[in-house]
């Protein structure tokens, strides 16, 4: 069994999706109810997964572990398809994550709120570029992957949620839309969700 250190939300449900899809159990730990966490991975970054007795970080080279490890059909075999597939997971992973991981930072590093509305305004902006690159890969097939779901379509949808919790505008293409909510439907992402609620719900209990 796999051991998942995540956080509610963050892009450790990915991971989890991930691994739903693979039919591999796991155990989930929240870092929110940790108080050494940086033991375990110094940087304090989630996901962190153990796996045996390798402890495994940052969330792409977790997830490609995990793809060439057990047999599945989120990641191709033959040679082109699956340099295409790594090169979807870095994009998602190097290039849309930093884009909404700046949201949070000017969110939190910014009192004054009109300038801190004005930078918002600017990395939305610059977030939404990068989801019309996905909009246009999307004109002839349904996933990034092709006709079914990738590991890169299961970031995005997780990353895709994040810009609810600012005052911004966010927009998606008709085809990005449809991707998002195909992946998101997935009983391996209801299942994800389902268990950060339930592990949620019984830190509360215990805490009261």
């Excluded at 730990?29 to 050494?36: A, F, S, T």
């Excluded at 962190?48 to 995990?66: F, M, N, R, V």
């Excluded at 939305?124 to 890969?137: C, D, G, P």
């Excluded at 994040?162 to 966010?170: E, N, S």
């Amino acid at each position: 069994m796999y051991t998942l250190y995540y956080s509610q939300g963050a892009c450790s449900v990915a991971t989890q999706v991930v691994l739903n899809e693979l039919q591999q159990a796991v155990n989930l730990i929240d870092v929110q109810q940790l108080d050494d966490f940086k033991t375990i991975n110094p940087v304090g970054a989630v996901p962190t997964l153990i796996d045996g007795e390798k402890t495994l970080t940052e969330g792409a080279a977790i997830l490609l572990h995990l793809l060439t490890k057990h047999e599945n059909s989120l990641f191709p075999t033959h040679a082109d398809a699956r340099q295409k597939a790594i090169q979807d997971i870095m994009f998602a992973n190097a290039t849309m994550h930093p884009a909404y991981g700046r949201l949070f930072f000017l969110s939190q590093n910014i009192n004054d709120e009109a300038i801190k509305q004005a930078v918002l305004n600017s990395a939305a902006e610059s977030i939404n570029q990068l989801w019309q690159v996905v909009e246009n890969q999307l004109t002839k097939q349904r996933f990034l992957g092709g006709d079914s779901p990738s590991a890169a379509d299961i970031m995005l949808s997780v990353y895709s949620r994040w810009g609810a919790y600012f005052p911004v505008d966010i927009s998606f293409g008709e085809k990005t839309t449809q991707m998002l909510e195909a992946v998101q439907a997935m009983p391996s992402f209801k299942k994800a969700d389902e268990a950060e609620q339930q592990q949620s719900s019984k830190a509360i209990a215990s805490n009261l």
